[in-house]
């Protein structure tokens, strides 16, 4: 049975920096074309955050500049690097994997086969 587990989260002042890490089990990176980064705020819908796949990566505009996706292959494990945290980053935060490698859709969760329960990031101004 396939598994992600984020952790990582927490509360930092604005400016500040967290790294998220998402535990795969069940499966290999290998096995998978795409894994991705979601958020969802309160009242908001979820949206795609970063995404990785075939030895390229993706990121929403928000974000470009200030989080890095990653991946270890040998720890089975995806992590999601944010810097110079904004208010506006608060949000509970999930990661997902595809089989399907359609990279122009990585922002679509639709895409998306499984997904992790979610780890919270809250930014304070």
């Known amino acids: 049975q396939v598994q992600l587990v984020e952790s990582g989260g927490g509360s930092v002042q604005a400016g500040g920096s967290l790294r998220l890490s998402c535990a795969a089990s069940g499966y290999t990176y290998r096995n998978m074309y795409l894994m991705g980064w979601f958020r969802q705020a309160p009242g908001k819908e979820r949206e795609g955050v970063a995404a990785?796949?075939?030895?390229?990566?993706y990121y929403a505009d928000s974000v470009k500049g200030r989080f890095t996706i990653s991946q270890d292959g040998a720890k089975n494990t995806l992590y999601l690097q944010m810097n110079s945290l904004k208010p506006e980053d608060t949000a509970n935060y999930y990661c997902?994997?595809?089989?399907?490698?359609?990279?122009?859709?990585?922002?679509?969760?639709?895409?998306?086969?499984?997904w992790g329960q979610g780890t919270q990031v809250t930014v304070a101004s």
């Open positions: 997902a994997a595809a089989y399907a490698w359609q990279p122009t859709r990585w922002s679509e969760e639709q895409l998306y086969n499984y």
């Open positions: 990785t796949g075939g030895g390229r990566t």
